[in-house]
Every structure is written in C-alpha cells, then in structure tokens.
C-alpha cells in the first residue's frame, strides 16, 4: 500500500511539475501571438502560471490561434469573389449616398475595401424586433421565386429552428433555390439526420469552418457570428437574432429589414462565406442587382420605415489586420453631438472604445448604455460590470433591462445615423468573430430605434455608483476576477 501511494505522490509530482514547465514553454507563444495586446497578454500568462493545467487546454485549444494560414485562406477566397463580383458592380453602379456622417465613418485603409461598403440612397428599412421578425421573414421567404440564402450563427433543433427547416425544404421542392449555411460551433445541434431530409428536398447546406478536436490546430475560434437573410436579391435581413426558439418567444432582440441596393450588400457577404465554406461561386448576375425593380411610394409607415435612407454595411473578421466595425463604432462615437444610446449584451470594451465614450460624456454628450441584468455568460454579466464605474463617474447613465436577455446590438447617434447588426462589443466580436453590422443614415429610423430604447427604459434599473458600492462582496469580488479575465473574453 505505501508502494502506491509513492507511486501516486511520484506520479502527481511529474505531472505537476511537468505542466507548469509547459505552461512555461508556452509563454513565448503568447508574448508572440499576443504582440500589440499587452494586457491580454499578461492575463493570458497570467493563467498559464497560476492555473496550469486549465492554462495549457485554454491557450492551445482556443487562445493560441493558427490566424496567419486562416486569414491568407479566406483573403484567397475573397478575391476569387471580388474579382468576380467587380464587374457585376460596374453594371449596376447603384445609386450614392451623399450622407457625410456615413462617407466619415467608411473612409478606411485600402486593405479594408472589400469589406466596407460604400454607403448607397434609395433604400427602404425598417426596424424590426425579433418576435416580429420570424413572422416577416417566414411570411418572405414563403413567396420566394428565385432563391433564399441564410446565414446563422446559432440555428437550434427546436420549434422555431424545424419550422424554418421545413419551410425551406418546401421552397426548395417547388424549385427555389436555397442554401443554408451555419456556424459549426453555434449550431452544433444539425445532426445529419435533420441535414438528410433537407439535401433531398434539394437544400444546399453546409457548416462554417467545423472543429477538427482531434487534429493539432482545433477551430474552435473564428467563428462566423453573422446573422443574414436574403431573398430573391430584393430583400435582405440583418440583426442580432438567431434561429431558436428563445429569440422568437423570450430574449429582446432587433434587426431590420432592408430593400434596395443594399440588399446586394448582405448578398456579398453571404457569396463570400458561401464560396469558402463549399467552393460554389454564386457571382452571377442572377443573384444581383434585382433590386432594380424595387420601386417606393415614399411613405412612412407606423414610424418604423424609413424610405430613401442610406445605408453602408460593414463585414469584419479575424481575415483583416484591422477591424473595421471596431473602427467605424469609435469614430461615429466621437462624431456624436447630442445623444449616444447604445445597446449591447455583451459589454467589454476595448480602451479606445471606452475613452471615446468618456471623451463623448466629456463634450456634454447624452450617452446611455442598455446592457441586460440577466445574461446568459454570467462571467461577461460581472466583467461588464466592471467598467461602469469609469463610466458613471464621468456621467454616463448606465441601465440593466430586466425582464429578459437584452441581446440587441444597436447604436443611435444623434438624429439621423443608426447601427444595427451582429457585433458586441467585446473582444471576440472585434478580433475573432466574422460580423456584419449596418450603418444607416435615415432619421425615421433613428426615431424608431430611438423609441424603442426609450420603450426600454421603462423595464429597465439605472445602476449608479451607490448601487455598485452597495453590491455584496462576493459580487464585487466576481467582477474584479472577471476583468483579469475580460481580455480572454
């Protein structure tokens, strides 16, 4: 018996000793692949160091990211669509915006004009929230001719999720056109028994960069976080909502439907994704330019459409050295003059984000942040937490939606510029998410995003700084170890 217990003492003393030398050997890895990033870097040492064994599964499974052939991977893929594309653009040559705030916010480095959008006029939006936009999107693809192209994130085996499913199955059997393409680690649940049915309805479906768990570089980072719908290339949805049952029935989400040349924006995203997930070209005119035949009688209705407004969508992802949605959020922050009314549900801002938006209260600016009280990643719930008190020294109000998730990621500046698409504000969204977000330049639609923040308000808790002063310590201790953590978020 005492023979076993030295071998066990012995055999826990190399594994200990052996995985802190590991964790050692790792640290030239993180300095490298963290260069430009100090802080996160530091945290990630951090717990490589003091948490070992939880350290090395972390930083080699998800922290340490093989970006270099992944980003040389896509950027061919997207020129091969480019290429492809750019004639298709010299034919329609839609219609320009003269919207200066977009023109501001979209003048970026030329290695980021394929992914920024030039803003276009002469499109009709509307705001729509989630719970409404099931009906309008299942209503719209019922009546589809030509083709349906979805993009999800998340896309559950539930209620909602089977519903969309045998829907476009029976598109597809009266001859549409339709390809689905998820994310494999947000929408893990599309067994191929769901996936056989649909193919033999003639459903072109496939996963977005699926894990290889077992090979020496796992994907479980670069994930595909886009939220996309188009239909017939006439009309397109954008938003924060996924294909599941809790954005139908339970979470506050928004999004917008959008008609007009910028349909063919949404469009380009998803050829793209599309080409490098399955190597089908769907360049071609067929899937193009049909907005031509959009036509408006330039009529508001019930305060949610806007008709002639400009929009500039913007795609971002780990493929670019620069994140341009990032970019565009901070100066069309520090562009604000009156009001700054953001909604996100996950908050952690990088430093230039959170000093532009002190730099906004600093200038009299009315900035108000809607994060959700109930979150579902309870450890982001207390990281967010951890930035209010910067915030609400400098006199920015702060409030937490109680009654359900608030998953909206949305920005109202001043009275004509809005944003609305899928990326948080953290740092997954910034730096290893493929999103896709919409700047629109209208100011019916910078009302009605404007009501529904204010609509908000009436079920949400202010938070002020006596409240963080009179949160329970274990509750203040979970916020400061989230922070360490917010960089690894």
Not at 303 to 330: E, K, Q, W
Not at 390 to 411: C, N, S, T, W
Request: proline share 5%; glycine share 6%.
């Amino acid at each position: 018996m005492k023979a076993f217990w030295l071998f066990l003492e012995a055999w826990w003393f190399w594994i200990d000793w052996g995985t802190f030398a590991l964790a050692i050997l790792s640290v030239p890895s993180v300095v490298m692949r963290r260069q430009g990033r100090p802080v996160a870097a530091v945290s990630w040492i951090l717990c490589l160091v003091g948490l070992p064994i939880v350290g090395l599964l972390l930083w080699w499974l998800i922290g340490r990211s093989h970006l270099e052939r992944r980003r040389r991977r896509k950027r061919r893929a997207h020129d091969t669509i480019a290429s492809r594309l750019s004639s298709i653009h010299d034919k329609l040559a839609p219609l320009p915006s003269h919207s200066p705030t977009l023109h501001s916010l979209t003048h970026l480095p030329a290695e980021l004009v394929d992914s920024v959008f030039p803003p276009t006029s002469g499109n009709d939006v509307e705001l729509i929230d989630a719970h409404h936009a099931f009906d309008v999107m299942e209503e719209t693809i019922s009546k589809a001719k030509h083709h349906v192209h979805a993009l999800f994130y998340i896309w559950k085996d539930d209620e909602t999720g089977r519903r969309f499913l045998d829907l476009l199955a029976a598109r597809a059997r009266e001859g549409v056109e339709v390809r689905v393409l998820c994310d494999a680690v947000g929408s893990p649940m599309l067994a191929a028994k769901l996936m056989r049915p649909l193919r033999k309805a003639g459903v072109k479906f496939s996963r977005f960069l699926p894990p290889q768990l077992l090979s020496l570089t796992p994907r479980l980072n670069f994930r595909n976080h886009r939220k996309i719908v188009v239909v017939d290339g006439k009309v397109g949805f954008i938003g924060g909502f996924n294909m599941a049952d809790e954005y139908r029935r339970e979470w506050r989400d928004l999004g917008i439907q959008v008609r007009g040349p910028a349909v063919d924006q949404l469009q380009e995203i998803f050829a793209d994704d599309w080409y490098y997930a399955t190597k089908e070209d769907i360049a071609a005119s067929s899937y193009f330019g049909q907005w031509t035949r959009f036509t408006t009688n330039g009529v508001t209705t019930n305060g949610t459409r806007s008709h002639g407004a400009a929009v500039a969508t913007i795609a971002s992802g780990p493929d670019t050295y620069i994140n341009p949605i990032h970019d565009a959020i901070f100066m069309a922050i520090n562009g604000a003059k009156e009001r700054l009314f953001m909604m996100t549900p996950y908050f952690i801002p990088t430093s230039p984000i959170a000093a532009a938006l002190r730099a906004a209260a600093y200038r009299g600016v009315d900035v108000r942040l809607m994060v959700p009280a109930k979150s579902d990643v309870m450890l982001v719930r207390h990281a967010s937490r951890s930035y209010y008190r910067d915030l609400l020294d400098v006199g920015i109000r702060i409030f937490e939606y109680q009654p359900a998730m608030h998953h909206a990621k949305a920005l109202v500046i001043d009275d004509e510029v809005s944003m609305i698409g899928s990326a948080n504000l953290d740092n997954r969204s910034f730096r290893l998410n493929f999103e896709a977000t919409c700047f629109v330049g209208s100011a019916e639609l910078n009302a009605a995003l404007c009501r529904e923040f204010e609509r908000d308000l009436e079920h949400s808790a202010e938070i002020t700084g006596h409240d963080l002063d009179d949160l329970p310590m274990g509750s203040k201790l979970a916020s400061s170890v989230a922070h360490l953590l917010s960089p690894l978020l």
